[in-house]
């Protein structure tokens, strides 16, 4: 991940929703867990590859959001991968600390279960 | 996963978004490979928690879609989680197969690269 202006190749063939939004799947590389889901803009897209860490748009707040900012649980990118239909990304990081803000590893930490009465 | 009427704890939990849909990553749970990212309505994912296979929306043909119904490249479900916002799911699964319609085992086989030239 070279901090440069050199073209991206792939990065023109991305699908955005009608939001201008595309998901973005983060898997810590090492472990292969996955992290989160999140959502990016061409913007903070950009920024992601510009810096090596993951910035997303935050469509609560509607503005990007440098993942650890406030925390210090910042991501860095390993590699960008996208999918067969270009409408989904695959962030490939190495976490510092934990990626949920409620301070699990991953935001993931729940499970559909049935019921114990059943 | 039972195939049977018990309640499953969690599911009342879930946030659909304007479209009743739910993005649904799916992870090979053997290997931790991240397969692809596709969406679930109440309907679908009822019909992944009762069969212990996945079942999606597709948003193109707005119809229930089970995987691998023509390929016969089923996901065998092991776990569904949901994330801290309980606005994604994540399903990990035995591939039958491979996960992908190009004949890729995941259909994140293309990286975002810095071009050769820079």
């Known amino acids: ?10 990065v023109d063939d991305l699908k955005y929703d009608d939001r201008g939004l595309i998901p973005a799947i983060v898997q810590e590389e090492s472990s292969g867990q996955v992290l ?9 897209l950009a920024r992601t590859l510009e810096t090596g860490r993951t910035w ?11 993942k650890g900012e406030t925390s210090g649980h910042v991501q860095r990118v390993a590699r960008v991968l996208y999918d ?21 590893m991953s935001c993931f930490y729940r499970e559909l279960r049935r019921g114990e009465g059943g």
Chains 1, 2 share one sequence.
Not at 36 to 44: D, I, K, P
């Open 84 to 104: 067969c239909d270009a409408d989904t990304l695959l962030v490939q990081v190495e976490q510092v600390g934990v990626a949920c803000h409620t301070g699990e």
């Open 36 to 44: 989160m889901l999140a959502y990016m803009n061409r913007e903070s």
């Open 56 to 66: 997303f748009y935050s469509r609560s707040r509607q503005e990007l959001w440098p």
């Open 1 to 10: 991940m070279r901090n440069d202006e050199t073209p991206v190749d792939g």
